[in-house]
Structures are given as C-alpha cells and as structure tokens.
Nanobody, 122 residues
Framework: QVQLMESGGDLVQAGESLRLSCAAS????????MAWYRQAPGRQRELVAS???????HYADSVKGRFTISRDDVKNTLYLQMNSLKPEDTAVYYC????????????????WGQGTQVTVSS
C-alpha cells in the first residue's frame, strides 16, 4: 500500500518562500517517479514539477527559476522549494507518484496525496 502525505502549506506574502514536503511509504519501485501538481479554484489540476528515479527534473514554465523539486530517497521524501511566490501560485498542492515506466509512457501517476493549501497574498 502506497501512501503520500504532504505538509508545509501556509499563508505567505508575495515574494516569500515555502518548502513543501511529501512523505512517501510503500513499494519503492511503485513510486520512483514523483511530481507536484497544483489546483487553483475553478481551474484544472496542472503539473508543477516532476522528478524521476535518476533525478531528472521538469518544470512548468510558470515556475521555472523559482521552484525546485528534489527528493531524499533515504527519507522517502519529496520536496518542493518555492521562492519568490506570487499570488497566482495560490492553490492546493498535491504530491503524486508512480512507476517510472508507466509515467513515461502515459503521463499518469498512480498515487496521490490529499493536498496542502498554499495561499499567497499580495
């Protein structure tokens, strides 16, 4: 059974930083590709950043240069360092995970956390 639990969401002012964490448990091969998604009110869920088992990363254009995704495989934890936050970054942030082969082929992650709220005030 794979479980993902996000933490670190908060209310901050524009320009400030936050670090989100996602603690993962379960079969390591089932969660070797990981990602952060976000969903703002009235909008579709969007990919923010992803990282695979080889630590290759991908970022949405809207966060490039401001956000950094990383993982600690010893602690089984995924991170998202968010700097220079903007009001448009306000959303519920979700951690996602899945087997690398399936994610590469389909873009679909099998496992999801419950989400953590990030609110950025102007």
């Amino acid at each position: 059974q794979v479980q993902l639990m996000e933490s670190g969401g908060d209310l901050v002012q524009a320009g400030e930083s936050l670090r989100l964490s996602c603690a993962a448990s379960g079969n390591r091969f089932s969660i070797n590709a990981m990602a952060w998604y976000r969903q703002a009110p009235g909008r579709q869920r969007e990919l923010v950043a992803s990282i695979n088992s080889g630590s290759s990363t991908h970022y949405a254009d809207s966060v490039k240069g401001r956000f950094t995704i990383s993982r600690d495989d010893v602690k089984n934890t995924l991170y998202l360092q968010m700097n220079s936050l903007k009001p448009e970054d306000t959303a519920v942030y979700y951690c996602a995970a899945g087997p690398t082969l399936k994610v590469v082929r389909t873009g679909v992650y099998d496992y999801w956390g419950q989400g953590t709220q990030v609110t950025v005030s102007s």
